[in-house]
Structure formats: structure tokens, C-alpha cells
């Protein structure tokens, strides 16, 4: 068999015809030699040669490749079926076109996010490490304390290395009149880039010689700020830079797929160059750093883990009391950085693997209509010797065509979808690496094919033999024949419905539960606050007065700023996450036991703040102006934090003692504030509040609350602070509703996909009930118009055609239900106060079904009870 | 005439591209003098199917065992000519032993002298 034969079939016909001629003519011409007619010879001659015809025919087998052959002979088939039918193909294309785009689209996500190894060398022997405390006083994943990690990296053998970072915030100084920056970045130990296996792009990355208190200041500079502050200039490399008003040579550049730990991070210091005091080498109670370890090879997770447990269960021995933790967990490192998503993009993933079904099913049912309403040529077909084999093909074949076309359709879909999400979800882990790559092409055209084959097989399948010759008995009035048909179209209907149900309820669940968490009371001020983080540099502001100075002078020239009503600071926003946590003792209450400790979340604030953000005071009072530097040993409380620590007594007048703090460090309870909330979804964690006066702290969020549109205050407030200090960079402008926003983007996002998706099951679902009862009818003109000519009423054939099409919905909406409930369970995770059961969603979803569906059967039911009898017999 | 001839041409189809090459040698020939000289040359007992006679000339030109251009016949009609290529001559080497051991292992088990 060979390509050039195949191709070149008609001349090489054309030649055997010539060569068979010049036989004849041979033949005939030794024939007339040995003495015949001229005309009997040439009859002879033909004689001998046979059937010409045969001789062509066998060349012609020969010379092609059977099964291709015929595929195009279906293809061309199917191609000229479809074009008779424009609406369908159009139809069938763009819903085949919605299934696999956004299936392609989730899967390219889950694929890239979930899937794909990280970027790093030998990859799965790195592990994320964190602290936990076999007694749960800790959560279970706890940031590492510096020293334990320096006790880890001396003792531990199972490790080939370890590196510890952590996050932090410099404001990069502008040169050359560009503005300053706040830029997010990461203090790391020296041996983070070799441990993950990583180089630089230009310049180096940082030695152990970087990594002192001593050494100058180094910076590692990320691909995205070389090429947006720098404009990608190689020649920055060895430049120098201020950070928080102190110089620091660039000394290298992070490839461009770099984005570990995350995005937001701009650029990386060394940590021991950063971190002087002695705290960062002694303590074993300040959690602030992540650690990353690559295992030795031969060594297994679990061993890694119980010889780090058992270091740390010796550090808790020397040092009992405290937030000091006794084990350690280790946690593949891709799975700590996606584990938290997952759950959704699975869910989302299947969401769409639904959407395709149903697509898929739709489709299979207007190809089963079509397929019955050319029963009587595939019966003819059939009879005449045409084998069923064949008809099957015919009927993939057209399927496969259009699960290719509006696959490929599906494909750019699913490029602009991905496209689109990466521009949105910026917050999604590892959003950088996702792209429609071969993967997802490949999984794309499985998908494709697959949903031809099933498209096309069960209508195809259905094509029976013995039927065959029972249709052409038929009658041409015959009504009854295709019942198979009908039942075959009702359990696929049966089956989209119940798919599309599961999808609405999961769909109302994870928006109900999206609603409530937009609805959850912040305790605070949420509308008309707009807020913007900064940071006072230590070279500049070293000392506690300086900062006091600054913050009240910011704070006395905001709040004389038209339109502002209140200004405040606060270390940490309310709704943006915990920040700080500090142990404490009580000087009215007995030690804790040992090996537990006191704990809550710290927030430093100024009078004003609480009255800006409009939390109120409970019992006691607010901070006071003169509560400042050395006499600020105050502090307020919550609700929380008081049920928590003085359950039965009053917490005003006892009195905290906070060692994290320098200086005198016992603090009076003054008052108590209402409970504001860190995350949406959290709990009141209990919360003290240390003056901010006191002047301990130079980082802050400024809140200024006020008439009309608060974000013409932004520019303002900047212009004052950059008359104060023109090195002093803004970040995050933000408003509170913003922040929201973004706290709840997971669940808008989440939600409102699912929705999308419920909705385009619900259009499908619809579409395939209008369809196959409107061909019900189609079929049964003259049956219903027989019924009414001996008197049925136009109600019971309305009420009787309704019922018809509602039962496949019915019945799919009660496996739908069954399905919901399994779904539910299965999403509980992403559901925020909203229990998997909630009646309110299942009967709203319930009853939208019905109303499409019902909606669907009114039209053909309509038709059928409107019928003229006397037209309805006559109509063939 | 050739109704029973199906099962035994598609037997004879490997025999019937050997005898062609082998017709070859003997220099160039069209369709009709190769089916003649096997035909006489087998003193008559094989008769040539022209339904397997071209299209088993265009599979053997396939494979590139012989080539082909249109001349004159020795009447001066034109004619298709097949000649033997080199790829070809070798071909017929390897099924000439290959027959030869086949009828020698045939004779042997149908008990037949062979002869010298």
C-alpha cells in the first residue's frame, strides 16, 4: 500500500485500460494470422480477455487502502448530511464548543496548578516544613521559630539542605524621578535558591558571605520588577538601591517563571543581614519564618519528619514554657502551595465535566430525532444489502465531525478562558505557570473524540436489524414503531436533567454560601473607608519619638483634609487575615501549666482609630493622646479575649505582661472594644490592642474615613506624605469594600462559575426536553388527531402530552436530588454557614427546574391540544 | 469459462509475479507476449488470467521490481513494455530457491522420486 499508488489510482486505471486495448488488438491480429474473420478474431480476442471490466476493478481494490477509503466515504457522506441542516450543525457545534472549551479551560488550570511538578530540580524530595504542638495549643501548620530552624540545620542528617525565608516589605526609594515603591518581598537564609535548585538569569545569587549582620547589603531582584522598574537593563546587576533609606547592591536576577513563594514577592535579602537583634538566633517562641528542605535521597518524608519532631521535642524540654512547639510536619511542597485550592478547582473541574456530558447527551439526542426520522432510507438501506456495520459508521462518523468542529471552536474558547483567568485570579497559586499547553490540546481531543464516539453510538446502537424490516411494513402512518426511540431519548433526557440539578444545587450552595460571607458583619466600618499600608524605614525613623512624631503629624494633616470625617493606624486591617499573634502572661492569674501559653492576636493602634472604623467601646475607654512613649502601658481588649482569659471577672484594671515588646512591658487593661474579624469565614479570634504611640512600631495602615467617594482622598494623603518623607513609598490603596472583595473573590469566583455553568445545563436541559417533545408531538399528529376526532378534549390532550415530557424531568430531578446530596457533601469544604442539605436551595433549584421544564412542554403540549383534526389525519 | 478460477488464482498469485519476472529475462515484453510465453512455455497447462496478469504487472512495478514505458509491439501497435530491474532480478533470485526447496519438500513428502 503506498500513498503515490493511492493517489495516482485514476491514471493508472486509465493505463490498464489503454494496455487491456493493445492486448486485444495483439490477440486479434495473431488471430486474423492464423486465418480468421476479422471480426471473429477481435470477438475471440475479447473472449480471452475477459471481463475487462474485472480486471479494472481488482487494479483499482488494489490500489486502495480499504478502511481509509471508506472513511472518507463517510466523511464526505456526513459532511453533505450536515450542511443540509444548517441549524443543527450550527447548534450542535456551539454547544459541543461550550462543553469542551470550558472543560479544556479547567483542565489546563488543574493541570498546570495541580498537577505539574514545580520548577524546581528533583522536585519531590522537597518538602515544606512547619511546627505544630502534639497538645493542639498551636495550629497545626505553625510558622517556624528562627532558632529552632538553626537547631534543625545543625542536627538533622535526613536533609541534604534546609533554607528558611520569611515575608517582608521595603520601600524601594525611586531614583531618577521615578516614585518610591512599597514592594513585597522575601528575607531569606543564602541556601534557599540552591536548595529549590534555582540560578540566576543574570548576575548571581546570594553566598553564605551575604548572609551576616556585617556583610553590605545584598538584593536579589525577581524578572517582573527588573523588567518594570528597571525596563529589563542587564547593567543593573551591581547597581546600587535604597531599601528602607539604606543601600543595598543588586547583585543578581531571578528567571522569569520564578514565583516562589508567590507572585506579590519583588525581591529577596538575605536574613541574617536583616535581622540583627538576638532574638532571631535565641528565640523559640517567635514564629514569623517558613522553611524549606530538600531531603537526602534514601530517606523517606516520614523519617525526615520524626527526626525533626524529635529535635523539637527536645528544644520543648529545655525551654517549657512559651509558644514553643514539639514536632515538626512535613508537607510535599506542591501540595502545600495548592493544597488549600484544590478541593474548588476539582469541583469546578467536574462542574465542567457535567457541562460536556450534557452537552454530549444533547447531542446524542438530536442525533437519535435525526436518526428516526431517516429510519425509512436506513431500512431501505438495510434491505437492499447495505450492512448495519456501515450505518453505524455513518452516524460516528457525523457525530465525530461535530465534536471535532465545535471542538476546535472549543479550543480557542478555552485559550481566551484561560487567558481571562489568569488575568483575574492573580491571587491562584503558581497563576504564572498556567497555559493551554500540548496537555491540555491532547486532553481536549480525547475529549473530543470520546464525546463523538458517545454522541454517536447510542443512537446508533439503537439501529436494530429486525426492526429494519418491520418499519418498511409500517405503514407510512405509523406511529408506533419508533417507541424505542422515544424511550431512548427520554432516558437521556432523564439522565441531562438529573446532571443539571446536581449542578444548580451545587451552584446554589456555593452562592448562597458567597452571599452570607459578603454578608458577614466585620465589626467595623466597611463603606466610605479607604486604607494604605506604609512603612517608616529604620535609618530614618530609629527611634520611638521619630516615629510618634511622624504618625501624629500624618494623622493631624489627613484629618484636616476636606470631606475626611475620621483618620486612624492600625497594624493589622480587619478582614485581611491574622497578622500577629504575641504569648503573654497575666499578672492576676497563676502561670500557665507548663508547656501551654496565653496567646492572642496583637494590634497596634492610635486613639482615633477605633472611632474611625466605628468599633465601639464596650466598657472602659479608648486610648488618649497623652498615652505616648514611656507612658503607654495600656492597652484595650475584646469580648474575646475577655471570655477567654477573665471569664469570670472583669478584665479592666489586670493587668498583661507582653515581653515582645522592648522597654517596660507590662500593660493596664483599660477598656474593651467590639470583636472585629480577620477573615470572613474565621471566628472573633481574641484581640488585644497595644497604643501605637508608644512609638514600638514604624509599619502601619493608614484608615481615613469620610464623605463621597473616598478614593479621591488617595491622592491627597499621598501628596502629604510625600512631603513628609519623598523616600516614604504608599501601598495597597485600597478601600475596605475592596478588600472584601478581594477576601471573597475564591467564593465570588467560585460561585459565580458554577453558576454559569448550572445555567448553561439548565438552557441545554431545556432545549432537550422543547426538542424531543416537539418531535413526540411531530410523531403522533395523526394519533392525537384521531383521538380528537372521536371526541377527546383539548385539555386532557394538553394535560396528556405535558405529562409526557415532565416525567423524564421528574424522574431526573429525584436521581438529580439523590446526586445533590453526594455533591454537597463532596463540596462542604468550600461552604461558608451554609449546611449541604440547605432546604432552601434544594427547593428553589427544584422548583427553576420544573419551571423550565414545564416551560419546555408547554409549547409542543400547546401544539398538540391546538391540532385540527381533519388536517392532523391528512398530514403524512 | 473462469467461473471456478477464484480460490486457485489467489494460490497462484506469488507463483504467477515469479513466472512473470521470470518471463523477463529473456528480455523486454508487453502483457500479452508475457501471458503467451508462459502460456507455451508451460506447454499450454497454465493459462494466464488477464484479470491477475495487470494488475499483478502494476504491483510488481510497485515495488519497484520492474519498470514500465509504452512502445511498439512487434504487429507496431503500441504496447506497454515491462522490464526487469536490477531490485527485480534479485527478487526472482530469492523465489526461484525459495520454489525450488518448496517443490523438493513437497516431492519428498508426496513419496516422488526426485529426479537428478
Given at each position: 500500500m503506498s500513498w503515490r499508488r493511492f493517489f495516482r489510482r485514476g491514471q493508472a486505471d486509465a493505463d490498464i485500460q489503454r494496455e487491456m486495448e493493445s492486448y486485444v488488438e495483439e490477440e486479434t491480429a495473431e488471430n486474423v494470422a492464423r486465418g480468421m474473420e476479422p471480426d471473429e478474431a477481435r470477438r475471440r480476442a475479447r473472449v480471452k480477455l475477459g471481463n475487462a471490466q474485472r480486471v479494472r476493478e481488482t487494479a483499482w481494490r488494489q490500489n486502495s487502502m480499504g478502511i481509509l477509503e471508506s472513511a472518507w466515504g463517510d466523511l464526505r457522506y456526513a459532511t453533505r448530511l450536515l450542511r443540509r441542516t444548517p441549524g443543527f450543525t450550527v447548534t450542535a457545534v456551539l454547544v459541543m464548543a461550550l462543553g469542551i472549551g470550558a472543560t479544556v479551560a479547567l483542565f489546563t488550570v488543574?493541570?498546570?496548578?495541580?498537577?505539574?511538578?514545580?520548577?524546581?530540580?528533583?522536585?519531590?524530595?522537597?518538602?515544606?516544613?512547619?511546627?505544630?504542638?502534639?497538645?493542639?495549643?498551636?495550629?497545626?501548620?505553625?510558622?517556624?521559630?528562627?532558632?529552632?530552624?538553626?537547631?534543625?540545620?545543625?542536627?538533622?542528617?535526613?536533609?541534604?539542605?534546609?533554607?528558611?525565608?520569611?515575608e517582608t516589605i521595603y520601600s524601594l526609594s525611586g531614583s531618577a524621578g521615578q516614585l518610591p515603591e512599597q514592594v513585597d518581598a522575601q528575607e531569606t537564609s543564602w541556601n534557599l535558591f540552591p536548595t529549590l535548585g534555582v540560578e540566576a538569569v543574570f548576575g548571581r545569587l546570594f553566598t553564605a558571605s551575604d548572609d551576616?549582620?556585617?556583610?553590605?547589603?545584598t538584593v536579589v531582584i525577581t524578572w517582573g520588577l527588573w523588567k518594570r522598574r528597571y525596563s529589563g537593563d542587564p547593567s543593573v546587576v551591581g547597581r546600587t538601591i535604597l531599601l528602607n533609606s539604606k543601600p543595598y547592591t543588586v547583585i543578581g536576577v531571578l528567571p522569569a517563571w520564578f514565583a516562589y513563594p508567590n507572585a506579590k514577592a519583588q525581591l529577596w535579602t538575605a536574613v541574617r543581614h536583616e535581622e540583627t537583634k538576638t532574638w532571631f538566633t535565641r528565640s523559640h517562641g517567635a514564629h514569623n519564618f517558613q522553611v524549606v528542605g530538600r531531603i537526602a535521597p534514601g530517606v523517606s518524608p516520614a523519617q525526615s519528619q520524626a527526626e525533626l519532631s524529635a529535635i523539637q521535642a527536645r528544644i520543648r524540654q529545655q525551654f517549657p514554657v512559651g509558644p514553643i512547639s514539639d514536632a515538626a510536619v512535613l508537607t510535599p511542597l506542591l501540595e502545600s502551595e495548592v493544597g488549600k485550592i484544590k478541593p474548588a478547582l476539582y469541583v469546578l473541574f467536574a462542574a465542567t465535566g457535567c457541562l460536556l456530558l450534557i452537552a454530549c447527551l444533547n447531542i446524542a439526542n438530536l442525533l437519535v430525532a435525526r436518526a428516526a426520522s431517516r429510519r425509512k432510507e436506513s431500512a431501505i438501506r438495510t434491505a437492499l444489502g447495505g450492512n448495519r456495520w456501515r450505518l453505524i459508521r455513518e452516524q460516528v462518523m457525523e457525530s465525530?465531525?461535530?465534536?471535532?468542529?465545535?471542538?476546535?471552536?472549543?479550543?480557542?474558547?478555552?485559550?481566551?478562558?484561560?487567558?481571562?483567568?489568569?488575568?483575574?485570579?492573580?491571587?491562584?497559586?503558581?497563576?504564572?505557570?498556567?497555559?493551554?499547553?500540548?496537555?491540555?490540546?491532547?486532553?481536549?481531543?480525547?475529549?473530543?473524540?470520546?464525546?463523538?464516539?458517545?454522541?454517536?453510538?447510542?443512537?446508533?446502537?439503537?439501529?436494530?436489524?429486525?426492526?429494519?424490516?418491520?418499519?418498511?411494513q409500517d405503514a407510512s402512518r405509523s406511529h408506533a414503531g419508533s417507541r424505542d426511540k422515544v424511550r431512548l431519548r427520554r432516558a437521556l433526557l432523564t439522565a441531562e436533567v438529573a446532571l443539571t440539578m446536581i449542578l444548580l444545587t451545587s451552584a446554589g450552595l456555593l452562592l448562597k454560601s458567597y452571599q452570607r460571607l459578603r454578608a458577614v458583619n466585620l465589626g467595623c466600618a466597611t463603606h466610605n473607608?479607604?486604607?494604605?499600608?506604609?512603612?517608616?524605614?529604620?535609618?530614618?525613623?530609629?527611634?520611638?519619638?521619630?516615629?510618634?512624631?511622624?504618625?501624629?503629624?500624618?494623622?493631624?494633616?489627613?484629618?484636616?483634609?476636606?470631606?475626611?470625617?475620621?483618620?486612624?493606624?492600625?497594624?493589622?486591617?480587619?478582614?485581611?487575615?491574622?497578622?500577629?499573634?504575641?504569648?503573654?502572661t497575666l499578672k492576676e492569674a497563676p502561670p500557665p501549666a507548663t508547656g501551654t501559653y496565653l496567646g492572642a492576636t496583637v494590634r497596634i493602634v492610635d486613639p482615633g482609630f477605633f472611632q474611625t472604623m466605628?468599633?465601639?467601646?464596650?466598657?472602659?475607654?479608648?486610648?488618649?493622646?497623652?498615652?505616648?512613649?514611656?507612658?503607654?502601658?495600656?492597652?484595650?481588649?475584646?469580648p474575646a479575649f475577655a471570655h477567654k482569659f477573665f471569664p469570670n471577672s472583669d478584665p479592666i484594671g489586670k493587668h498583661v505582661d507582653d515581653g515582645n515588646f522592648d522597654g517596660p512591658h507590662v500593660f493596664e487593661i483599660v477598656g474593651v472594644v467590639g470583636d472585629t474579624r480577620e477573615t470572613l469565614a474565621g471566628q472573633m479570634q481574641p484581640t488585644i490592642y497595644y497604643p501605637l504611640y508608644r512609638g514600638s512600631n514604624g509599619f502601619a495602615y493608614l484608615v481615613i474615613r469620610g464623605r463621597g467617594d473616598v478614593e479621591d482622598f488617595a491622592l491627597p494623603a499621598q501628596k502629604i506624605i510625600a512631603s513628609m518623607d519623598p523616600d516614604l513609598a504608599v501601598g495597597d490603596i485600597l478601600t475596605m469594600e475592596q478588600i472584601l472583595g478581594k477576601a471573597s473573590l475564591d467564593a465570588n469566583f467560585n460561585a459565580t462559575l458554577l453558576v454559569f455553568f448550572a445555567l448553561l445545563s439548565l438552557v441545554l436541559a431545556g432545549v432537550g426536553?422543547?426538542?424531543?417533545?416537539?418531535?413526540?408531538?411531530?410523531?403522533?399528529?395523526?394519533?392525537?388527531?384521531?383521538?380528537?376526532?372521536?371526541?377527546?378534549?383539548?385539555?386532557?390532550?394538553?394535560?396528556?402530552?405535558?405529562?409526557?415530557?415532565?416525567?423524564?424531568?421528574?424522574?431526573?430531578?429525584?436521581?438529580?436530588?439523590?446526586?445533590s446530596v453526594v455533591a454537597g457533601r463532596l463540596i462542604r469544604?468550600?461552604?461558608?454557614?451554609?449546611?449541604?442539605?440547605?432546604?432552601?436551595?434544594?427547593?428553589?433549584?427544584?422548583?427553576?427546574?420544573?419551571?423550565?421544564?414545564?416551560?419546555?412542554?408547554?409549547?409542543?403540549?400547546?401544539?398538540?391540544?391546538?391540532?385540527?383534526?381533519m388536517q392532523a389525519l391528512r398530514t403524512e | 469459462m473462469r467461473k471456478s478460477s477464484e480460490p486457485q488464482n489467489e494460490m497462484l498469485k506469488g507463483t504467477l509475479d515469479m513466472m512473470i519476472l521470470r518471463t523477463l529475462v529473456g528480455g523486454d515484453a508487453h502483457g500479452h507476449t508475457i501471458a503467451k510465453i508462459i502460456e507455451r512455455t508451460s506447454e499450454d497447462l497454465l493459462e494466464v488470467e488477464q484479470g491477475s496478469l495487470y494488475p499483478g504487472l502494476h504491483r510488481l512495478e510497485d515495488r519497484g521490481w520492474v519498470s514500465s514505458y509504452w512502445g511498439a509491439s512487434?504487429?507496431?501497435?503500441?504496447?506497454?513494455?515491462?522490464?526487469?530491474?536490477?531490485?527485480?532480478?534479485?527478487?526472482?533470485?530469492?523465489e526461484t530457491s525459495r520454489w525450488r526447496q518448496m517443490t523438493r519438500a513437497i516431492g519428498l513428502v508426496m513419496g516422488e522420486e526426485t529426479q537428478g
Open positions: 488543574v493541570h498546570s496548578v495541580v498537577m505539574k511538578p514545580l520548577p524546581f530540580r528533583n522536585s519531590g524530595r522537597l518538602m515544606d516544613i512547619a511546627e505544630t504542638d502534639t497538645h493542639s495549643a498551636m495550629p497545626e501548620h505553625n510558622f517556624v521559630a528562627s532558632a529552632d530552624f538553626f537547631d534543625w540545620q545543625k542536627q538533622a542528617r535526613g536533609f541534604e539542605q534546609m533554607a528558611l525565608y520569611g551576616n549582620a556585617e556583610a553590605n547589603g465525530l465531525l461535530l465534536s471535532l468542529a465545535g471542538g476546535g471552536l472549543g479550543l480557542v474558547l478555552a485559550w481566551g478562558v484561560v487567558e481571562w483567568l489568569v488575568k483575574v485570579r492573580t491571587d491562584l497559586p503558581r497563576v504564572s505557570s498556567i497555559q493551554l499547553d500540548g496537555a491540555a490540546i491532547l486532553f481536549g481531543l480525547g475529549a473530543m473524540t470520546l464525546c463523538g464516539l458517545i454522541a454517536g453510538l447510542v443512537p446508533a446502537l439503537s439501529l436494530d436489524d429486525r426492526q429494519m424490516l418491520n418499519t418498511l473607608v479607604l486604607t494604605m499600608k506604609l512603612g517608616l524605614s529604620e535609618a530614618r525613623y530609629g527611634t520611638p519619638t521619630e516615629r510618634l512624631a511622624f504618625f501624629e503629624q500624618l494623622l493631624d494633616r489627613v484629618r484636616a483634609m476636606p470631606g475626611v470625617e475620621a483618620a486612624g493606624l492600625d497594624t493589622t486591617l480587619p478582614g485581611t487575615g491574622h497578622q500577629r499573634d504575641d504569648a503573654f466605628q468599633i465601639p467601646l464596650i466598657r472602659g475607654r479608648f486610648f488618649q493622646n497623652k498615652e505616648r512613649l514611656n507612658n503607654a502601658n495600656v492597652a484595650i481588649v475584646t426536553i422543547f426538542g424531543v417533545l416537539s418531535y413526540l408531538v411531530a410523531q403522533r399528529t395523526q394519533e392525537i388527531g384521531i383521538r380528537m376526532a372521536l371526541g377527546a378534549q383539548r385539555d386532557r390532550v394538553l394535560g396528556h402530552v405535558l405529562l409526557d415530557g415532565l416525567k423524564p424531568a421528574l424522574i431526573g430531578l429525584m436521581l438529580g436530588l439523590v446526586g469544604s468550600m461552604l461558608y454557614a451554609t449546611r449541604p442539605l440547605d432546604p432552601i436551595v434544594f427547593v428553589l433549584v427544584s422548583v427553576v427546574l420544573l419551571t423550565v421544564a414545564g416551560a419546555a412542554c408547554m409549547a409542543p403540549a400547546w401544539r398538540a391540544s391546538r391540532l385540527d383534526p | 512487434e504487429n507496431n501497435r503500441k504496447a506497454k513494455f515491462y522490464r526487469l530491474t536490477a531490485e527485480g532480478r534479485k527478487q526472482l533470485v530469492r
